[in-house]
């Protein structure tokens, strides 16, 4: 789009909802911030587009001057949008990169008390997508036994990735790998480890052997993850290598959090207000205000008003890195049914996940939903409950990003073909499975929910 251009009227989508946020949860900034965040996806809006002055991007979206300050903080933190100061200035649209994203995750990880667990799991969810999707796309043809120069060169997850012909998968394999790339050490690099492993799952594939090529997938990833998980997290080990020149208040996140890992009997408690934060720390106001709110929007600190007010611990969210990443499928120009589909093929691994881990007694299983809940929000509310039961909130994220890029660049028509009644109930069949510990169940029906949500996406 060119430099200020009006931009199309984006679509109403609810960013909480499919993000998975409750309304209540969600303050007047930061609703501020995806909406605005919509708008650019949705335009297309390029890196220096002028989205208006301050005053007009205020009286858009009907924020009093705290409100605009913390949402422009949050697209700053995020690296979506800036304030440009002088004549002609405003709030101008920034670049996004992977190194945003990442940075949040880092946070994310070494707060979250699972976090390298779920990193891997994440990227084991991943790949068996992706090798799913290469056995079972009769488009993809067997090849030959002998490997590629290209693949020869590249790791085993972005050679499965090139093989799926998918841009998306490749892009979220490359996230997985930037992240995983920053938990370790040098001498950690995956392309010296288990060559053997990769190569028999790339043959096992080739032969379109489903049972060897997932039994090469487990062999694979052992001995990748085991140093990984074998290391006790180390927040201070970030601080010199993931604080660029000029993020005070990304390290100063990381001293909070240092902080809070080694206090563990400590949480849920106040860390004190900005001002003794502020103090602890030899750090300014506005250092603090950063740091904040960069914790907040992963929901690891909430503000409290008040005599008895303070800056309160609260349990870790991926919401931040879900908002972020449909920026950077924008900026690689993805197209919508390459999104929706890595997203619908996550769904389907976190189905899988949650039959695998769920053990439910039967009085705490979903009896009923309030009448006058819409089909939409029952299907939410279901979806979190699954997510709940896989117990991974950062593989939930990547797929909440996928899905929330389809939604704002092209919104699921209705449909008399498919009505959300009939979502609803594949909604609930997968609950079931997942609450059973069918995995079979809850893998069939998340499959046949994603292909009555493709039919509303792209209707015949």
Avoid at 445 to 454: C, D, E, F, G, Q
Wanted: hydrophobic share 40%; net charge neutral.
């Amino acid at each position: 789009m060119a430099l200020n251009e009006t931009p199309r009227e984006p679509p109403h989508i609810d960013h909480a909802m499919v993000a998975g946020r409750t309304n209540e949860s969600v303050k007047l900034a930061q609703r501020a911030a995806m909406l605005i965040q919509q708008e650019i996806i949705f335009g297309g809006l390029e890196s220096g587009h002028l989205m208006g002055t301050a005053a007009e991007i205020r009286s858009r979206f009907n924020l009093g001057r705290w409100a605009f300050r913390e949402a422009l903080a949050i697209l700053e933190q995020r690296g979506v949008a800036r304030l440009r100061p002088g004549p002609g200035g405003g709030v101008v649209v920034a670049e996004p990169d992977f190194g945003n994203i990442v940075e949040l995750s880092l946070l994310y990880i070494y707060i979250a008390p699972d976090g390298i667990h779920e990193l891997i799991e994440a990227e084991a969810a991943l790949l068996a997508a992706m090798v799913d999707k290469i056995l079972a796309d009769p488009s993809i043809p067997p090849r030959a036994r002998k490997l590629s120069e290209l693949e020869k060169q590249v790791s085993v997850p972005r050679a499965l990735a090139y093989r799926t012909g998918n841009p998306a998968f490749e892009l979220i394999v490359e996230y997985i790998e930037l992240v995983r790339e920053a938990c370790s050490y040098p001498e950690e690099r995956r392309e010296d480890r288990g060559p053997d492993a990769g190569r028999e799952l790339l043959v096992a594939i080739d032969r379109r052997d489903v049972a060897s090529a997932h039994a090469a997938l487990c062999r694979f990833l052992l001995p990748c993850n085991r140093p990984l998980l074998n290391r006790p997290d180390d927040v201070s080990a970030l601080s010199p290598r993931h604080s660029g020149a000029g993020k005070v208040g990304y390290r100063l996140a990381l001293q909070m959090l240092r902080t809070i890992v080694e206090n563990p009997q400590d949480s849920e408690v106040s860390l004190g207000s900005e001002a003794e934060i502020g103090m602890r720390f030899d750090a300014n106001g506005e250092m603090v205000r950063q740091a904040v709110r960069l914790l907040e929007d992963l929901e690891v600190v909430a503000p409290q008003r008040g005599r008895r007010g303070g800056i309160l611990l609260r349990k870790p969210d991926t919401v931040s890195i879900s908002s972020l990443l449909p920026h950077v499928l924008g900026r690689h120009h993805l197209t919508v049914s390459d999104c929706y589909e890595v997203a619908g093929m996550l769904s389907v691994e976190i189905a899988r996940l949650a039959a695998s881990k769920a053990k439910v007694r039967s009085e705490d299983k979903i009896q009923k939903i309030p009448p006058e809940v819409d089909d939409a929000w029952k299907m939410i509310l279901i979806d979190r409950r699954i997510q709940g039961y896989a117990q991974n909130p950062l593989l939930a994220s990547l797929e909440r990003g996928l899905l929330l890029y389809s939604c704002v660049i092209s919104p699921p028509y209705s449909s008399e073909h498919v009505p959300l009644e009939q979502m609803f109930q594949l909604s609930q069949d997968i609950l079931r499975g997942v609450e059973s510990s069918n995995r079979v169940e809850a893998e069939m029906a998340a499959k046949k929910r994603y292909a009555l949500m493709l039919q509303r996406f792209f209707p015949r």
